[in-house]
């Protein structure tokens, strides 16, 4: 499968965004879809996972201004990030898993990101 993220941009800082992975392949036969994001300095961290079932996993760190969801119809996952901070800026990472255990997927594809840079 082959995952286009787009929407990053440069934002104030309380500002929003909505981010958008875009799959090759229909997305409710992928079992856990989701984000993770890169911050200058740090590894590649979890933002938020969605299951074919709509259950939702957050980064405990991040929750409450993140929300990710499943459009069927546009075959995209969106995530949207409000109120962002500079500690936000980074890149965002699209992620499909297959052959998943709840959350856990033996089978991992990556898109290319898309940069996130937040001004104080």
């Known amino acids: 499968v082959q995952l286009q993220a787009s929407g990053g941009g440069l934002v104030q800082a309380g500002g929003s965004l909505r981010l958008s992975c875009a799959a090759s392949?229909?997305?409710?036969?992928?079992?856990?879809m989701g984000w993770y994001r890169q911050v200058p300095g740090k590894e590649r961290e979890l933002v938020a996972l969605?299951?074919?079932?709509?259950?939702?996993k957050y980064a405990d760190s991040l929750k409450g201004r993140f929300t990710i969801s499943r459009d069927n119809a546009k075959n995209t996952v969106p995530l949207e990030i409000h109120d962002l901070q500079p500690e936000d800026t980074g890149v965002y990472f699209c992620?499909?898993?297959?052959?998943?255990?709840?959350?856990?997927?033996?089978?991992?594809?990556w898109g290319q990101g898309t940069l996130v840079t937040v001004s104080s």
């Open positions: 969605i299951t074919t079932d709509d259950r939702k």
């Open positions: 992620n499909a898993g297959f052959g998943c255990a709840d959350f856990d997927c033996f089978s991992q594809y």
């Open positions: 392949d229909p997305i409710n036969r992928i079992n856990v």
